[in-house]
């Protein structure tokens, strides 16, 4: 089992920037992949970013250009930086990580983006 908690959310103006950590409750050393998705209210939850074990990445289309998934260390296994922000980032983002094909989610860092 695998606790996860996100951090680093908040309050921002159009055009700035956070950047999102991840924790685990223990260390992750090897794993599937490793994503980050965000929800809106009344919508979908929706895939913003992946890196795989090789380091690949993939982005929504929403975000290309503006967000970085990156991997860090074994407690605090991903991040999200996140520039240029628009209102329409504002959502509830969730760390995922995939080991030996299950899932693992944490509760969310909301994220609030004011125009």
């Known amino acids: 089992q695998v606790q996860l908690v996100e951090s680093g959310g908040g309050l921002v103006q159009a055009g700035g920037s956070l950047r999102l950590s991840c924790a685990a409750s223990r260390s992750i050393i090897s794993f599937d992949s490793m994503a980050w998705y965000r929800q809106a209210p009344g919508k979908q939850r929706e895939l913003v970013a992946t890196i795989t074990t090789g380091g690949s990445t993939n982005y929504g289309d929403s975000v290309k250009g503006r967000f970085t998934i990156s991997r860090d260390n074994a407690k605090n296994p991903v991040n999200l930086q996140m520039n240029s922000l628009k209102p329409e980032d504002t959502a509830v983002y969730y760390c995922?990580?995939?080991?030996?094909?299950?899932?693992?989610w944490g509760q969310g860092t909301q994220v609030t983006v004011s125009s």
């Open positions: 995922n990580i995939r080991v030996w094909g299950f899932d693992y």
